[in-house]
């Protein structure tokens, strides 16, 4: 029993963070110093992504799991996360949100059944100013905050008739800081790499992402990309904690306009 619920756990706690800085994949449009007027893009992704860490929740001891993203895949049960660029000359807005709902159940012994549910919502913000901006080029500094908010319930049945309920529900903020590359190879592929760093003891001790990529445009408005992302979360409050690296690829559907 002790080692099945801190695996359930663990299943749930793979999506903490893994949306909230989306790469999307660069404006169609080349940049250039005399060019000014909105661009938009708007992503819809998926975080294939596993875990490595420490995860206890609501007060239960954190245990160590390693889990791939086909381990996480069977407990989902709903899942929608998406992102949006709103660009203005050097200037950017980046909004990214994701949901997910995941259960599971187990057999921690022959007389005992364990039921396992966790909802979350995530969002981040960000700002960024293009440092570079050229034709084939773009750095920009991102400035910004990502919620996280999650709710877990836990549901221990033994033979004949004990039921032990366990729930938890943590919210938190963590600012970060970073640096996001674009670089245009011809009219239709573009590399991009971001490098993130926040937390500042504010929620979390410390937090970070790495992410790299390639996109290629399949049409007028439309791209396809595919990017690598490693993401380091060190939580620890109020009986939850939260101390794991997240890696694995992202695919993403992105339309321009």
């Known amino acids: 029993m002790k080692k099945a619920i801190p695996v359930l756990l663990s299943l749930a706690a793979i999506s903490a963070h893994a949306g909230q800085t989306y790469e999307a994949p660069p404006r169609i449009t080349p940049a250039t110093e005399s060019y000014s007027g909105w661009e938009f893009s708007f992503a819809l992704y998926a975080p294939l992504m596993g875990l490595d860490g420490d995860v206890g929740v609501a007060g239960l001891a954190p245990a160590n799991v390693d889990l791939d993203f086909g381990d996480v895949w069977d407990t989902l049960d709903g899942g929608l996360s998406g992102a949006f660029e709103a660009r203005y000359n050097r200037w950017s807005i980046n909004l990214d949100a994701i949901w997910l709902k995941v259960s599971d159940d187990a057999l921690p012994s022959g007389t005992s059944y364990l039921?396992?549910?966790?909802?979350?919502?995530?969002a981040?913000?960000?700002?960024?100013?293009?440092?570079?901006?050229?034709?084939?080029?773009?750095?920009?500094?991102?400035?910004?905050?990502?919620?996280?908010?999650?709710?877990?319930?836990?549901?221990?049945?033994?033979?004949?008739?004990?039921?032990?309920?366990?729930?938890?529900?943590?919210?938190?903020?963590?600012?970060y800081v970073g640096l996001r590359f674009r670089y245009n190879l011809g009219d239709r592929w573009t590399i991009f790499a971001t490098g993130l760093y926040g937390g500042f003891d504010v929620s979390s001790d410390e937090y970070w992402q790495a992410i790299a990529g390639i996109s290629y445009r399949i049409g007028e408005c439309t791209s396809l990309a595919l990017a690598y992302r490693i993401i380091s979360v060190d939580y620890n409050q109020a009986g939850f904690t939260y101390d794991v690296d997240s890696s694995g690829p992202n695919l993403g559907l992105v339309f321009h306009f």
């Open 115 to 122: 039921r396992f549910n966790e909802e979350e919502l995530m």
């Open 124 to 175: 981040s913000l960000s700002v960024g100013y293009a440092l570079v901006d050229t034709q084939t080029t773009t750095l920009d500094f991102l400035a910004g905050a990502a919620v996280t908010s999650m709710d877990v319930d836990l549901d221990l049945m033994t033979v004949p008739t004990a039921i032990t309920s366990v729930s938890g529900s943590q919210e938190w903020i963590d600012p």
